[in-house]
């Protein structure tokens, strides 16, 4: 079925906004991605474009930084320019910080943390409002979630899960300014995924990483896993204020109860199957 929608996925070239990216043209829709670099941008949208089943003039991407309002403005106006509105926006793009104790976590470190993961989402809630608000059926706003998010706390996790517990505090705060507009706003709540960005919490850390690893393979799961019923969960919304979560606490429990009857590697790449 095509859906037609056109998405844009903030820090859509690698990881879940990547793997989102895939899914939602597979549904159908039309995509534009952005990246901090030119580089990682062409990589995406070359990959993309390939895979694309309505051909690759239903890609495009723009480098952005997302910390940046008037960068966001410019993604948002290339969208518009290319497909004519904006109808869903994922502000997919964050960044961790070390596992370390919050003085040990360098200053310029925490600041862009919380610029990216804080600002940048507010900046892209902003400019979508401003292009949705004006459509006559409106769009959806999508705000990624992680650790924190819950009142999750554990030690080394400050720096990351305060930035989460915000974003949680802005996107409950957006669902009640938006009632009864045509915007509508959602959560989006991906679980453990092996990515980049959970591989560089512990950086310098290998013990600490294979101590979690352990957990990590029960809980966790690939981008190739998640993406897909995060996308159809994404089109499939109709309630403002909607939550898609992945990792509920009865799955959570489920996967420890038969933990011991199951080997999982998430960090490991699943083998090709063989052509039939």
């Known amino acids: 079925m095509s859906d037609g929608r056109v998405v844009v996925v903030t820090g859509g070239t690698r990881g879940i906004g990547l793997g989102l990216a895939r899914e939602l043209l597979a549904r159908g829709c039309r995509v534009v991605v952005c990246g901090r670099s030119s580089a990682t941008v062409e990589s995406a949208v ?3 474009a390939a895979l694309a089943p309505a051909g690759p003039d239903s890609v495009a991407g723009q480098v952005a930084d997302v910390t940046d309002r008037a960068s966001l403005a410019a993604l948002r106006d290339l969208a518009v320019a290319r497909f004519g509105q904006v109808d869903v926006w994922i502000n997919n793009a964050g960044m961790s910080a070390p596992r370390r104790p919050l003085p040990e976590v360098p200053a310029d470190v925490a600041e862009a943390v919380v610029r990216t993961n804080v600002l940048g989402v507010m900046h892209g809630c902003a400019v979508a409002m401003e292009a949705m608000g004006s459509q006559a059926d409106g769009g959806w706003i999508w705000n990624m979630e992680g650790f924190g998010s819950g009142g999750q706390m554990q030690p080394g996790m400050t720096t ?6 915000g974003v949680t505090y802005l996107t409950e705060s957006l669902v009640k300014e938006l009632k009864g507009s045509p915007v509508k706003v959602g959560f989006l709540s991906p679980g453990i995924v092996a990515t980049d960005l959970l591989l560089d919490d512990y950086d310098g850390q290998p013990e600490e990483f294979e101590r979690a690893r352990k957990i990590f393979n029960i809980l966790g799961d690939r981008v190739e896993t998640v993406t897909p019923w995060l996308a159809d969960g994404i089109l499939g919304a109709r309630k403002h204020g909607a939550k898609v979560a992945w990792l509920t606490t009865p799955k959570a429990m489920g996967r420890f109860l038969t933990a011991g009857f199951r080997k999982r ?6 083998p090709e199957k063989a052509a039939v």
């Open 46 to 48: 070359a990959e993309l």
């Open 160 to 165: 990351y899960g305060a930035t989460k517990r």
């Open 265 to 270: 590697d998430i960090f490991t790449p699943e």
